[in-house]
């Protein structure tokens, strides 16, 4: 479904990703680790049209990605949920959900999407009325991925979606991750918590310093003792 083959990206003459290659199949959860600053940010970004490929082949469904705008990309069936939320703090829930469905081929599926979203985190439906900026950090979460949700994307980019929230709502957040997955949704998650990425994921990659520098299933690379301490922070 998606493939990465010596992706490069750089921010003017600093480079952040390196020759990076990975690949998320059909219904596959894959994520990405390493430390901070390691490039996965950037990674998803570039995945999602929001940053230029400097070198490198980026292919979805066998379309090339590089040179698409974002909402291009997001009509091939790729849906961000972005570090930090990114709402629209003085729009209501459901005017923030709507957003999602703005593309034409989404409009027609609206309703039942809504719903869709509103069942997964019923919350969302008592607090629809009520502008986003208001709502605690794990309902903002809720309404960056029903946001993501709204599109129906085939590829749903989840880039550190454990970021600040309590652990009560780190597990809800993850449950919701695996019930996307076994609903059919393909996954590619970037995740400051490893052993919560690990746990769910397929595959995983592990970046550092914009490189890829090893992959495998979480069993195989649990295994490795220096990528246990180096950089998946687990002794």
Same mark, same amino acid.
């Given at each position: 479904?998606?493939?990465?083959? !010596?992706?490069?990206? @750089?921010?003017?003459?600093?480079?952040?990703?390196?020759?990076?290659?990975?690949?998320?199949?059909?219904?596959?959860?894959?994520? $990405?680790?390493?430390?901070?600053?390691?490039?996965?940010?950037?990674?998803?970004?570039?995945?999602?049209?929001?940053?230029? +490929?400097?070198?490198?082949?980026? =292919?979805?469904?066998? $379309?090339?990605?590089?040179?698409?705008?974002?909402?291009?990309? /997001? /009509?091939?069936?790729?849906?961000?949920?972005?570090?930090?939320? =990114?709402?629209?703090?003085?729009?209501?829930?459901?005017?923030?959900?709507?957003?999602?469905?703005?593309?034409? +081929?989404?409009?027609?599926?609206?309703?039942?999407? &809504? *719903?869709?979203?509103?069942?997964?985190? %019923?919350?969302? =439906?008592?607090?629809?009325?009520?502008?986003? !900026?208001?709502?605690?950090?794990?309902?903002?979460?809720?309404?960056?991925?029903?946001?993501?949700?709204?599109?129906?994307?085939?590829?749903?980019?989840?880039?550190? %979606?454990?970021?600040?929230? +309590?652990? @009560?709502? $780190?597990?809800?957040?993850?449950?919701?991750?695996?019930? &996307?997955?076994?609903?059919?949704?393909?996954?590619?998650?970037? *995740?400051?918590? $490893?052993?919560?990425?690990?746990?769910?994921?397929?595959?995983?990659?592990?970046?550092? *310093?914009?490189?890829?520098?090893?992959?495998?299933?979480?069993?195989?690379?649990?295994? *490795?003792?220096?990528? =246990?301490?180096?950089?998946?922070?687990?002794?």
């Amino acid at each position: 479904m998606l493939e990465a083959e !010596g992706l490069q990206v @750089a921010y003017g003459d600093a480079v952040a990703l390196w020759d990076v290659s990975l690949t998320v199949g059909d219904g596959e959860l894959v994520a $990405v680790v390493g430390p901070n600053g390691s490039g996965k940010t950037t990674l998803i970004n570039t995945i999602a049209g929001l940053l230029p +490929a400097r070198g490198g082949r980026l =292919r979805f469904g066998g $379309v090339d990605l590089t040179r698409l705008a974002p909402h291009q990309v /997001s /009509s091939r069936g790729i849906a961000i949920v972005p570090e930090g939320r =990114r709402l629209f703090p003085g729009m209501t829930v459901e005017e923030n959900l709507e957003i999602g469905a703005y593309a034409p +081929a989404a409009r027609t599926a609206r309703d039942a999407r &809504l *719903e869709r979203v509103y069942a997964m985190f %019923p919350i969302l =439906r008592e607090r629809r009325r009520q502008a986003a !900026g208001t709502l605690s950090g794990g309902e903002q979460q809720m309404v960056a991925i029903g946001r993501a949700l709204m599109a129906g994307p085939r590829l749903l980019l989840l880039d550190e %979606p454990s970021l600040g929230l +309590a652990p @009560a709502i $780190v597990d809800h957040v993850f449950e919701t991750v695996e019930t &996307l997955h076994r609903s059919g949704t393909s996954v590619l998650l970037v *995740e400051q918590n $490893v052993a919560r990425a690990l746990a769910v994921a397929g595959r995983a990659y592990v970046l550092v *310093e914009g490189r890829t520098v090893s992959a495998g299933t979480p069993e195989a690379l649990l295994r *490795e003792p220096h990528l =246990r301490s180096a950089y998946l922070g687990v002794p």
